[in-house]
């Protein structure tokens, strides 16, 4: 007597098909996916040469375990989405306030320009403030001398290295600080606005202030009315 046998891996690629017909294409298998290979393995197997009872016990752990992080998987996809909510809704009462959060951006328009604040963590011998413009080049370089650890507060005038008012828009700035010995010192900046809107992105939330300028709502170290 012939018996006719239909390897595992031929099984597999008969169980792909049929799931395919009956199913939207999908980038990652599933838990009814892994159950409909389990169960197509074994309607092909070759009854001479029947399923170890350990591989059959290790292929059913591998579905409880899949089980288990399909579960972990929505469960989490529902807490982020939670979330999110609950932090948009918070946003809502940011509209209208002033806010100071991490960032490094600066708005001009005509003589309103914002401000920028600077902290240092040790005493610093001179600090180089560099200002770029939406295009990446330098348009302002101004130094600062002998500044002790702490916070300060920066006001660029608007104008270029020549003296002449720059346009209206968003500038960029970059801080560098060294200490008497010409090493390094460790600077941080944060800018502040008026949060005008909301915005829910890839990356949480983010504020929409009154010039256009964006801030995430993790970066928020200040709310004033």
Known sequence: MTVETTSYYESLLTASSE???TSTASTSLGSMDFLNLLITQLQY??????????????QMTQFSQLESLTSIEDKLDELTSSLSASSTTSA????GKEVEASGYSLSKSGDDISDLYLTLDDAAESVTVN????SGT????ETLSALEAGSYSFTWDGLDSDGSEVADGTYYVAISAE????DSVDVSTTTTGTVAGISTTSDGVVLILDDGRTVNLSDVTLVTT
Do not use: F, K, R, W
């Not at 009854?47 to 350990?54: A, I, L």
């Open 19 to 21: 799931t395919a017909d």
């Open 179 to 182: 200490d008497s010995n010409g």
């Open 92 to 95: 809502i009462s940011y509209l």
């Open 131 to 134: 200002i770029y413009n939406s």
């Open 45 to 58: 197997q070759d009854p001479t040469e029947p399923v170890d009872n350990t591989e059959m016990v290790n």
């Open 138 to 141: 330098i348009v302002d370089t």
